[in-house]
């Protein structure tokens, strides 16, 4: 099985800064991708930014030149850097990992970590 542990949510105002952390645990032969989903109340879950285990990045349109992700692979660790945030970036952010384990191809999700943005 894989653990998803999220931390550094909480409440800024526009304009302000957040980072976002999850580390993987559990027993885990390697993971393949990391990366970060959010859903705004009301909304479907998105994709904000996901990395691979070779540094290849993705991001979604809405937040592409203010988030920033990055990982480190010794540690299972993904990290959401988030800039300039507005109103509209307000959401439960899910951490999620794509990874081996015993045997298995699983996907994995965390238990989410709440970002609010004033304006």
Do not use: P
């Amino acid at each position: 099985q894989v653990q998803l542990v999220e931390s550094g949510g909480g409440l800024v105002q526009a304009g302000g800064s957040l980072r976002l952390s999850c580390a993987a645990s559990g027993s885990i032969f390697s993971v393949n991708y990391m990366g970060w989903y959010r859903q705004a109340l009301g909304n479907k879950r998105d994709l904000v930014a996901t990395i691979t285990s070779g540094g290849s990045t993705n991001y979604g349109d809405s937040v592409k030149g203010r988030f920033t992700i990055s990982r480190d692979n010794a540690k299972n660790t993904v990290h959401l850097e988030m800039n300039s945030l507005k109103s509209e970036d307000t959401a439960v952010y899910y951490c999620n990992a794509d990874a081996n384990s015993g045997g298995l191809r699983l996907r994995a999700w965390g238990q989410g970590t709440q970002v609010t943005v004033s304006s």
